[in-house]
């Protein structure tokens, strides 16, 4: 029996059909390494990591790798879109309506209950994005002070 090692980003995106950059390299290991990324928080680590890159190229590159299911784009209301690293488990997010942290939680109960719809209308839904509002520790501390 032999142990699968895992792979590199690099085998990553050339599974996923998309061709191997140094930008898609720092593109990938940055929005995995970072939680809940802005597109301007994004360019500027991978800025540090190898020099300069376009803003224009962060967002192609970040479209692509959504696209490819590699990276998970978030849009909550009101708010730039956010980049993610975990992808495919149907998870959700809470968002602070004051300061805009944003927090990962799972399906409340079992087998991804929120995947039943009241009324499909003849959908066949295969991925449910819920968020939920309200205010962050911090804040609702803030608040009540």
Do not use: K
Not at 9 to 23: F, H, Y
């Amino acid at each position: 029996m032999t142990a699968s090692r895992p792979s590199t980003t690099a085998e990553e995106l050339r599974g996923a059909g998309l061709r191997v950059t140094a930008a898609r390299v720092a593109l990938l290991d940055t929005v995995r390494q970072g939680g809940h990324l802005d597109v301007e928080t994004v360019a500027a680590e991978v800025r540090r990591r190898i020099g300069h890159v376009s803003l224009q190229a962060v967002y192609e590159g970040l479209n692509a790798l959504s696209a490819a299911g590699l990276v998970r784009r978030i849009a909550p209301a009101g708010g730039a879109a956010l980049y993610e690293g975990r992808v495919g488990d149907n998870h959700h997010h809470l968002v602070c309506r004051s300061c805009g942290v944003v927090a990962d939680v799972d399906c409340a109960v079992g087998e991804a209950p929120c995947l039943t719809a009241s009324d499909g209308h003849g959908f066949e839904v295969d991925e449910a994005e819920v968020v939920y509002w309200g205010l962050c520790p911090g804040c609702s501390t803030s608040r009540s002070a």
